[in-house]
C-alpha cells in the first residue's frame, strides 16, 4: 500500500509539472527579441520550478556588456498579492491570471510600479514571449524564450 501511494504521489506532481507550462529552463532569443527601455543583454536564461504554497520560483541570470551578470530570485502566485523580489531594480512582485500560461507581472520598488510584464506560453509550449512596458514611459521591450530539453 505504501508503494502504491508513493507511485501515485509521483504520478500525481508529475501531471502537476506537466499541466504548468512555464516550469523548466528558458534561454533568450536575442535576434527574435527587442528592447527599447531596457538594456540589451548578451544572455539570459530563466529557470521556473515549483515553490511553497503551489507558486512558482524564478531564478534569472541575465548577461550585460563586459560579462556582468545580473540575478534575480523569486516566489509568486497568481493570486494579485506582493511577494519579495530579489533583484537590483525592484523589491516585490504580485502576478495576475488565471493560469501560467498567460499572465501579468506587476514589479515595484518601494510601492512603485516599476514595469508590468505579459508573459505568454505558445500552444506547444516551446516559446515564451514577455512583453513589458516600464511605468511613465512609451513602447515596450519584447523578449523571445525557447524552452531547452529538461
Known sequence: LLVV?????????GVQAQ???L?????LNL?????QHDATPLDE???YKTCEGGGVGTHVETTYVNWRVAVTTFCTRLDGKEYPYYSRIADSIKATGSHWGEFVATISEGGKVVRTTRAVVSQDGKTLTRTTTYA???????????????
Open 5 to 13: 501511494g508513493a507511485i501515485l504521489l509521483a504520478h500525481a506532481i
Open 136 to 150: 511613465g514611459e512609451r513602447g515596450t521591450d519584447l523578449q523571445v524564450y525557447e524552452k531547452q530539453p529538461d
Open 45 to 47: 536564461m530563466r529557470s
Open 19 to 21: 499541466s504548468n507550462p
Open 31 to 35: 535576434p527574435k527579441s527587442s528592447y
Open 23 to 27: 516550469l523548466g529552463v528558458w534561454k
